[in-house]
Every structure is written in C-alpha cells, then in structure tokens.
C-alpha cells in the first residue's frame, strides 16, 4: 500500500468518510554544508523519495483532528480557537498544533479539518522526518484554507514552528529542501538570500544513506549549544555570523580565542567552502574532488565541529575501504550524535559497499543497520 493508501484507510476508519484531498512533502538528505545554515552559510542538499503523506478534508468548525498512522492510528484533536501550547503527550501533534499557532500569529488563513498522516521517513535519523512533516502540513492548511502561499514562505513558517514551537533552534536548510526540492538534482542553497542553484546529480552514482540506528534527538541534543558558540566565535571574529569570516580572519585571533568556539569557527569556515567547491565538482562529475571534499567534510565535523559518534565514524570508514578514488564518498549527514552517513557510490560498487557493511558494523557495534538507496525527487511546492 502506498502512504496515501494507508492514510486513506485510517482516515476512513476513524472518521467514518472520505478524505477529499492529498499532499505529500518528502525529506531530504544533506550531501555537504553541515551547520553551515544558520551561519548563513551553504549547503547541498536534496529531497529524497521518503517522506510524509496526508489526506485530508474541510471541516466547517474550528476544530482540527489528526490521525497518526505511524502512531497506532492514534487521533488527537484541538480547537484553534483557544490557545495552542505544546503537550508531554502524543508529542508527534505538537508539530500541527504549532504548524496552526504559527499560521495563525502571522495572520494566514487556516480552517477546521480531519487529517489522517502516514510517512516513511525514519524518526530521529537526521532525514528531516520533522520538516516533511511540517512542510506536508503547511501545504493541506493552506490548500484546503484557500491561501496561496509560496515554497520560501512555507519553508520559513516550517522553521519557525520549528524554532518558536518545539523549541528546536534549526536553520532553514530543511524546511526549504523539503519544499523547494527539485528531481534529480541536489540544489545549493544560499542560506542569507535563501537563493539555490540546481546542481544536477550523475546518473550512474547513487545516494546510499546508512542508518547507524544509533538514535538522536534534535532538541535535547547538543544542537542548540553548537549554534550558541557560532555565535560566539562570530562575535569574537567581529562578524555579523560565520558566513562572513575567512581562514585569515580566524587565524588571527588563534591566540587570543579559545581552542573550542576557534575549532566550530574552523569548521563552518572550511565547510563552507567545501561547499561551494562540492557543488562545482559535482556539476562537472569530478569524483576524484567530490570524494575528497566529502571525507574532509566527515574529519571537519568529527575533530572541529565534535558531531560525530563512533558507530558513524565506523560506518564512513568502512564505505572508503571498498571506494576506490573516484567511485564516490561519504561523510555524516544531518544534525549530528547519530543518524546517518550519506554516500554517493558509482553504481557498480554500490553491493560490494552495501556487503561490506553488511559483513562489519553489526559485529563491531552491536547495531544493525539500514540502507536506503534513494532519488532526488521534487519538494512539496514544486508542481
Ligand atoms: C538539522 C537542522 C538544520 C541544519 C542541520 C545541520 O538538520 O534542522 O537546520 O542545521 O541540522 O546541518
């Protein structure tokens, strides 16, 4: 059964009627640019075929009532009419009671509905299951509310709901993939204009993301701690953020900076540039470059950025002891604590890599993995 079959099937068994419309929004996987976002900096993401469906159907009151597949059909129901705070439970509806109190604060038009979801974009994994979600919902409100609302617009109510509902101080990079994806291309995104450039991927190289399983929570993670000594390297460097300081600049203050905002400032600094370089050699198929830029990537964020957990470094290990230079890379993709490794593999090493994991990471970490092969598909915005 497809999401949307499955959605259908809960919703008409918990609401006794048929939904009248469907939206879908897909997550994303970050193929370089790490915490680079809300530095305003660059990255290089792109939307996969995972993601989060709804249907849905008008109601005429101003009471909204959510069916979860993913959570044993579970139906919560809220009246945004009254004051919308986040609950303790059934955690997963705090993501449409804040999708509802952001539209509402910024004066969009929203409206009653029955929603049923179903998604298959594993939770906790760095894949942006969140974002699909709050992109999928910002489409259905406001479709069914009659409102058009563009991809950028959506991206930024999706991270505001994000940052001033849940509590998660995320940047603009996932919400504006999951709405603004583009298929068969990884788009560079400027994250202080909110420009992108679409980057069109090879089509005989796959994206093979590994789950470590190892799992991870944004908001109680070390994420918003991250953020705050950016902040605080940027004042030191005398920059508005990150984006705006150089290797030079931060070399300069080496003595006078502490070691740990000195290497998060290394980090963005040298991810940044990675970047733009990743998307260059990427356009032009340079694999060699590519392969490079990802490893450096990986080692930035492992020994700069402190984002990186054994079980990861290990799964990126084994990947680069079957990819010969040129065949592709791999590097942690994601937030960071855990979650998954992004590789891109020229497609006939794909099983030998897929095999060579298989054969080593449970036996040395205990944990099984998994693997998703994926394309790059359109956002939730883009027709
Ligand atoms: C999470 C956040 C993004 C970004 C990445 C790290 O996915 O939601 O905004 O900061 O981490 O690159």
Sequence with gaps: MTLHELATAAFTKRFNYAPSHQFYAPGRVNLIGEHTDYNDGFV???AINFGTAIV???REDTIVRVCAVNFDEEVVEFDFGLPLFPSAESTWANYVRGVYDILLKQNHRVCGLDIAIAGDVPYGAGLSSSAALEI?????VSALAEESIDPTQAALLGQQTENEFIGAHTGIMDQLICARGEQD?????????LTSKPVSLDPTFRIVIFNSNVKRGLVDSKYNERRQQCLQAAHVLGVGALRDATMPLLQSHQDSMDDLPFRRAHHVISENDRT????????KKDWVTMGQLMAESHQSMKQDFDITVAPIDGLVGLINEVLPAGAGGARMTGGGFGGCVVALIAEQYVDAVVEHVAKHYEETFGIRESVYICQAVNGAFVA
């Design 276 to 283: 733009l370089r990743a998307a260059e050699a990427l356009g």
């Design 185 to 193: 291309h990884a788009l560079l995104i400027d994250c202080r204009d």
């Design 56 to 58: 849905a159907h008008k």
């Design 44 to 46: 290089l993401p792109a």
């Design 136 to 140: 999928v919902l910002i489409r259905t």
